[in-house]
């Protein structure tokens, strides 16, 4: 029972899980996993993963909390410009995501709510991906973004399986204690920048590659024994959310920091690709979403 966003689930749907003796639920986005009071939901406060992974000897960037728009105001001199944002919690679907802010001008349009600032980094982002179960990795992918949508701070829109790093996955079970079930850790040029204790956007690269990770919690609940070695992706498959790559090269291109020939060998579709929504056996989904792009540029 996949779960997306609302406001009463935990009225309505954990009494519906009982009621047909469901087998687990699976949150979809980070109110769900606040509303349901999933034992991940410690991990959706920045602050705390950001403490963890220190403590787990991962890397993390400088970071400073302030408890409302008008204390990050108040100290918006004192900010190590380029920074990014982010709401301490994000507890609706529609609340503000991270932003990346070049000067204090920007500052204005920051959430009002409680926020975390870093330092922006500019190196590479990567993800590891999993399973955790009974302080174990039964499900693994590490994969690496070739572009993100939108820019800056946006999710992966392309991206490819990389092989596992073992010593990694010791000190990510240490960050992610005491959560069970499907789990992100983002990565942005080494350091530990988000987790994501649900279900996130580039699920199908993981099921492409050979890691159900749905399929392996779910799988997990009907068997009490230990398992076995952990489900790994296939390094080399590739991911593309399509409507945002498409927009992510044309800004490249228009920013002049991406070539037409570069940019063509980047639309060039791959043979094995796994995709976002768009899919021929299933193309409701991509109906919708092109009719909502129409309506957004019209």
């Known amino acids: ?21 469901a087998l687990t639920v699976i949150p979809a986005s980070d109110a769900a996993v606040l509303a349901l009071k999933l034992p991940g939901a410690p991990l959706l406060d920045k602050r705390i993963v950001h403490s963890r992974a220190r403590s787990a000897g991962l890397r993390v960037p400088e970071e400073q909390a302030f408890c409302s728009k008008d204390d990050l105001l108040a100290h918006q001199d004192r900010l190590p410009y380029p920074i990014v944002v982010k709401p301490v919690i994000r507890r609706s679907f529609d609340a503000p995501t991270s932003m990346r802010v070049d000067h204090k001008g920007q500052l204005q349009v920051a959430p ?47 991206a490819v399986t990389i092989p596992h790093d073992a010593p990694l996955e010791e000190k990510l079970l240490q960050l992610v204690a005491g959560h069970e079930g499907i789990i992100e850790v983002e990565f942005a040029d080494g350091h530990v920048i988000d987790v994501n204790p649900r279900a996130y956007g580039s699920l199908p690269l993981a099921v492409k590659a050979g890691a159900n990770l749905p399929a392996v919690w779910c799988a997990s609940g009907h068997d009490r024994r230990p398992w076995p ?70």
Request: aromatic share 8%; glycine share 8%; proline share 8%.
């Open 1 to 21: 029972m996949p779960l997306g966003g609302g406001s009463l689930w935990g009225e309505t749907v954990i009494p519906a899980m009982e009621a047909i003796d």
């Open 112 to 158: 009002d709510a409680a926020v975390v600032v870093q330092p922006f980094l500019s190196g590479s982002i990567s993800s590891f991906n999993g399973v955790v179960k009974q302080g174990r990795w039964i499900a693994a992918v590490h994969q690496r973004y070739e572009r993100v949508w939108p820019p800056q701070c946006g999710s992966a829109s392309a």
């Open 229 to 298: 070695q952990p489900v790994r992706a296939t390094p080399g498959v590739r991911y593309r959310w399509l409507d945002a790559d498409l927009r992510c090269i044309t800004a490249q291109v228009r920013a002049r920091n991406l070539t037409i020939p570069n940019a063509l060998r980047a639309l060039a579709p791959r043979a094995g690709t796994a995709h976002s929504i768009e899919e021929w056996r299933d193309p409701a989904p991509m109906l919708v979403r092109a009719t909502q792009l129409r309506r957004f540029l019209a």
